[in-house]
């Protein structure tokens, strides 16, 4: 979920305005911005210390924040099945804007398993790769490469072609179709 020009123009917004008033919509922005702001990036942990927080710097209560919670998953902004089993605040919309932001050559080196939403196919299409084998430091740059030595048949019609970085040991990959 993005915070723009058009953020309050979405049509759940406008239904949480409805429904929560200004204070709602307060508490979504700090929600979402807690996300993006914590040590993940992409998820975070939903527990009734966060909800009292919430709820305190909103000027909603704890049973407001709750329902506001409940009405987030039924549109679609955050995660039902993430929320209720595992106590975990993302969705896939909000991990896709997370690859926008931070850049695909930082997203990429993240771990993407834990919490992911996205498909394979998704963080493809978005230029991440979700590898975890380190290459050799004096590997050439530009050179393609198959993603995964281990199971190619994953990423038909996928490349990975490492870039030049002024630290030899960081290794930076773009995804490029063949």
């Known amino acids: 979920m993005k915070i723009d020009n058009d953020f309050f123009e979405q049509r759940w917004v406008k239904a949480i305005r409805a429904e929560f008033g200004a204070q709602g919509v307060l508490a979504v922005i700090k929600l979402l911005s807690s996300i993006y702001d914590s040590g993940e990036g992409y998820w975070s942990d939903w527990s009734a210390m966060d909800k009292a927080i919430l709820a305190g710097e909103s000027g909603m209560t704890v049973g407001e924040i709750d329902e506001l919670m409940v009405r987030l998953a039924e549109y679609g902004v955050i995660d039902r099945n993430k929320l209720e089993k595992e106590r975990v605040v993302t969705s896939a919309g909000i991990q896709r804007e997370y690859i926008r932001q931070v850049g695909v050559a930082r997203a990429r080196r993240l771990e993407w398993k834990k919490h992911c939403l996205l498909s394979l196919q998704q ?32 990423y038909p019609g996928f490349r990975q072609v490492r870039l030049r970085h002024p630290d030899p040991r960081t290794h930076i990959y773009r995804v490029i179709r063949c």
């Open 123 to 154: 963080l493809l299409e978005a230029g991440v790769a979700p590898v975890l084998y380190d290459r050799p430091p004096d590997e050439e740059y530009g050179v393609p490469m198959p993603i995964c030595r281990m199971a190619p048949h994953l």
